[in-house]
Every structure is written in C-alpha cells, then in structure tokens.
T-cell receptor, first 113, second 114 residues
C-alpha cells in the first residue's frame, strides 16, 4: 500500500522557534509538494520539488524554506515561526506520468504560540 | 489565470437522496481532473479522476463524476448519500502542459443528515 508519512500529526511551537516538518514517501515519486490549508482558503502551495536538490517556490513561500537531499524525503522549514503560520500543513507526492494524482500525507496541525 | 471554482461552500442532503458537488475550471488545454475527500484532521484521499475517454468516471465509495467539456465542469455525484459521506470535498486540476501545476478548488463541505 503506497504511503506518504509526515513526522508529526500535531505540533505546538513558540514564536521565533525554528520548526522542521518532514515528509517521506515510499513510491519513488519525483515530485513532492508542501501545502498549507486554512479554512475558507483551500490549499495553497508553499514549495514543490521535482528532483533531489531541486525546488521551486509556490504561491506563498515567504517565511518558509525546503530541503530535498534524498528522493523520498522533503522537509519544510520555518526559520522563525510566527503566529500567522499556525495552520494545517499537507505534504503530497506524485510522479511525472501525466495523469497521476497526488498522494497526500495525513497532515501536521501546527500551532505557534 | 488558471483557476478551479467550487461555487458552494456547503451542500446539505438527506441520507438516501442523490448528491451533487459542483466544480468548474478555467485551465487552458485539456487538463486532468480529480476529486479528493478530506475527513476531519486527515489528509486528502483520492476519489476519482478524468484523463480521457468516457465522460462519466466512476470512483471509490460509489462516487462518480461527469466531465463536460463545453461547460468546463466536473461535478461529483452519488445516487444515494450516506451519513458517512459527510466530509470536505476538493476538486483539482492538473495542467497537461506543465505537470507540476495542480490547481485546487476552495472545497465544499458536504453534510448528510440522517
């Protein structure tokens, strides 16, 4: 059974802390994505990666960075967490085959106090 | 600009009745179309997709969707709703010309009442 896992389901951090969210997929997918989900705003793309060490900014990259050192792992980093980064964070992966859907992880609900 | 619209924030239906969740898109070319479902505090689960061929696509849990090219719509349907279908539903589009581009609707909350 294919799987995308995220390192934490719930996370509470303080303002100014550095936060790491990790995502691992076991499907050998080239493409990986980080979204945040907020009520009424749907899913907004933060960053995506199309290969190891390759990344592109999405729609809302400010305040975030990413790392992809291995094909199966894609990390989202909040350099200095702020309260407006309290949100649900979703990781997804897919491959280059054109009709393939995205596979999503269970999500991390991050609260920044 | 490329976009996906789900015009209803919420849909209410009685158990046993048919349901429809609407989706229209504005994406150039002939995109790939998807429906996902999300239960509370969970990630998105894939329901079905349209790639090519028959305009009526069948998916998981008895859901189906009808692709209408002239109306650029991809409405999700189910003949008989269950209380357990209550969830948040997202329509998504993948750009055929740029496979990294996925566009999501804002989501529709489906409430099925007993």
């Amino acid at each position: 059974d294919v799987k995308v896992t995220q390192s934490s389901r719930y996370l509470v951090k303080r303002t100014g802390e550095k936060v790491f969210l990790e995502c691992v997929q076991d499907m050998d997918h080239e493409n990986m994505f980080w979204y945040r989900q907020d009520p009424g705003l749907g899913l907004r793309l933060i960053y995506f990666s199309y290969d190891v060490k390759m990344k592109e900014k999405g729609d809302i990259p400010e305040g975030y960075s990413v790392s992809r050192e291995k094909k199966e792992r894609f990390s989202l980093i909040l350099e200095s967490a702020s309260t407006n980064q309290t949100s649900m964070y979703l990781c997804a992966s897919t491959n280059w085959t054109s009709g393939t859907e995205q596979f999503f992880g269970p999500g991390t609900r991050l609260t920044v106090l | 600009a490329q976009s996906v619209a789900q015009p209803e924030d919420q849909v209410n239906v009685a158990e046993g009745n048919p349901l429809t969740v609407k989706c229209t898109y504005s994406v150039s070319g002939n995109p790939y179309l998807f429906w996902y479902v999300q239960y509370p505090n969970r990630g998105l689960q894939f329901l079905l997709k349209y790639i090519t061929g028959d305009n009526l696509v069948k998916g998981s849990y008895g859901f189906e969707a009808e692709f209408n090219k002239s109306q650029t719509s991809f409405h999700l349907k189910k003949p008989s709703a269950l209380v357990s279908d209550s969830a948040l539903y997202f329509c998504a589009v993948r750009d055929r010309d740029n496979f990294n581009k996925f566009y999501f609707g804002s989501g529709t909350k489906l409430n099925v009442k007993p």
